[in-house]
């Protein structure tokens, strides 16, 4: 957050255009390859969840979570990865139905 807001709003001043959505400003993400208007919505939700931040978060969790337990990060990664798949898979189900 100490980042990404002082960046969203330097970004935002720069293009003049304070009416952009705040989730699409700073993209990092597999949406910045497709067009919104253009793209099943499914996929859409699945390219947004596919992103950076995503990856190095789980990966961090992934990290403290094996220093706990005295295991290695590789087989606790998956402590982290089910559970966000399922988080991930339940959003595009969500945008499929409506």
């Given at each position: 957050g100490l980042v990404t807001t002082p960046?969203?709003?330097l970004i935002m001043w720069l293009k003049e255009d304070w009416n952009l959505n705040p989730q699409e400003v700073l993209q990092a993400n597999l949406s910045l390859l497709l067009d919104k208007s253009e793209t099943a919505?499914?996929?859409?939700?699945?390219?947004?969840?596919?992103d950076l931040v995503s990856f190095w978060i789980m990966f961090l969790l992934a990290t403290g979570f094996g220093v706990a337990?005295?295991?290695?990060?590789?087989?606790?990664?998956?402590g982290v990865a089910i559970?966000?798949?399922?988080?991930?898979?339940?959003?595009v189900?969500?945008?499929a139905m409506f």
């Amino acid at each position: 957050g100490l980042v990404t807001t002082p960046l969203m709003l330097l970004i935002m001043w720069l293009k003049e255009d304070w009416n952009l959505n705040p989730q699409e400003v700073l993209q990092a993400n597999l949406s910045l390859l497709l067009d919104k208007s253009e793209t099943a919505k499914p996929l859409w939700a699945l390219a947004t969840s596919l992103d950076l931040v995503s990856f190095w978060i789980m990966f961090l969790l992934a990290t403290g979570f094996g220093v706990a337990v005295k295991k290695s990060t590789g087989s606790t990664i998956w402590g982290v990865a089910i559970p966000w798949a399922i988080m991930v898979a339940i959003k595009v189900g969500w945008s499929a139905m409506f």
